[in-house]
């Protein structure tokens, strides 16, 4: 979700108690990974080699629209670079 844990999303907000059910149904539903313990920082993470990490205006994706093989195609090969290689992760609609 970020790089808080669950817990400390929306700490302070207005009426935060509203967004507290929310969090609980993440941490029960989901698989909460700490980024503290890995060895990569993701937000320093740079472009890939290849053109499919660009929109059509050359500059470099941040997220992707579109439900099709080819968007599918370049958000796993993202994935897997990202993740070097892992293929723990599940998809889940909450």
């Not at 941040?62 to 195609?73: E, P």
Request: aromatic content about 10%; proline content about 3%; glycine content about 8%.
């Amino acid at each position: 979700t970020s790089n808080r844990p669950p817990c400390d999303l929306y700490k302070g907000g207005l009426q935060r108690d509203l967004f507290l059910p929310f969090i609980d149904l993440l941490e029960e539903e989901c698989h909460v990974v700490s980024m503290w313990e890995s060895d990569m920082d993701y937000r320093l993470v740079q472009k890939d080699d290849e053109n499919d990490s660009y929109d059509d205006s050359g500059k470099q994706r941040v997220y992707f629209v579109g439900n099709d093989g080819a968007t599918k195609r370049r958000f796993d090969k993202l994935f897997h670079m990202l993740t070097k290689g892992g293929s723990d992760i599940n998809s889940m609609v909450l």
